[in-house]
């Protein structure tokens, strides 16, 4: 992370038991640390929906990360039901505090999309030992991902998948959009289905051609 571009700017949140020194003034640096701006209620986007949270900002640096480059902290205070408190760092000083923590609340779907690859597409089964192998087998988990999530949007999506998924799980009652598990589900059906069926339905079976050929050689013996 010390190593991190000047033009790159990265937010993460910091573990609990990270510890963050307050950035001295310039012209002082023998004072005591800056203190936090008082948290204010602000107002901003995050999971499609509009809250008003507490956050307070200041700068600080992380020495055992990013060394003696500076960091922004936002710390937020949910008041909602089922809120909590949340510390967010971020290398880009010039972010405001919502956008700090709009970028936050935009990961959570990479996030998801990780937990999948996991535990629908088996990169959390994978039993590499050695950096070469994992480098290949989890961007080709990532591939197959993809691969089949783009062909669900686009050939394999069925209004009624939900309301069928729904029939067989009633206590989804919140359910309005297919998950990833769906798609992977409805692919290999599709992909079973079209071993076993016969492109077109006059067409003979391998087994019926090779009863013919031997039917055939056995006169000519």
């Known amino acids: 992370m010390r190593d991190l571009d000047d033009q790159a700017a990265q937010g993460r949140r910091p573990a609990r038991a990270a510890a963050a020194a307050h950035r001295p003034p310039r012209p002082a ?14 107002r ?5 929906k509009t809250a008003t949270v507490q956050a307070a900002v200041f700068t600080c640096l992380w020495y055992t990360v990013f060394g003696t480059r500076p960091v922004q902290v936002v ?3 949910d008041r909602a039901p089922g809120g909590y408190d949340i510390a ?20 959570w779907s990479i996030e998801v999309a990780f937990e999948d690859a996991r535990q629908v597409f088996g990169a959390g089964q994978a039993r590499n030992r050695t950096a ?3 480098r290949a087998t989890i961007p080709f ?8 999530i783009i062909w669900y949007a686009t050939a394999g ?6 309301a069928e998924h729904r029939a067989r799980a009633p206590w989804y009652a919140a359910k309005t959009e297919p998950s990833t598990a769906d798609m ?16 077109r339905p006059g067409q003979p079976t391998p087994a019926e051609i090779s009863a013919i050929r031997l039917a055939w050689e056995t006169p000519a013996a």
């Open 29 to 42: 640096p023998r004072q005591g640390p800056a203190a936090a701006r008082p948290g204010r209620n602000r």
């Open 44 to 48: 901003f986007t995050r999971y499609r």
């Open 75 to 77: 710390l937020v205070r």
């Open 88 to 107: 967010l760092v971020t290398t880009d000083l010039d972010a405001s505090p919502a956008q700090v923590i709009e970028r936050y609340a935009a990961r």
């Open 132 to 134: 070469r192998a994992v």
């Open 141 to 148: 988990t990532l591939a197959c991902q993809t691969l089949a």
């Open 157 to 162: 999506h069925d209004p009624a998948d939900v």
């Open 184 to 199: 992977a589900a409805k692919l290999r059906r599709v992909l079973i289905a079209a071993k076993f069926r016969l492109p």
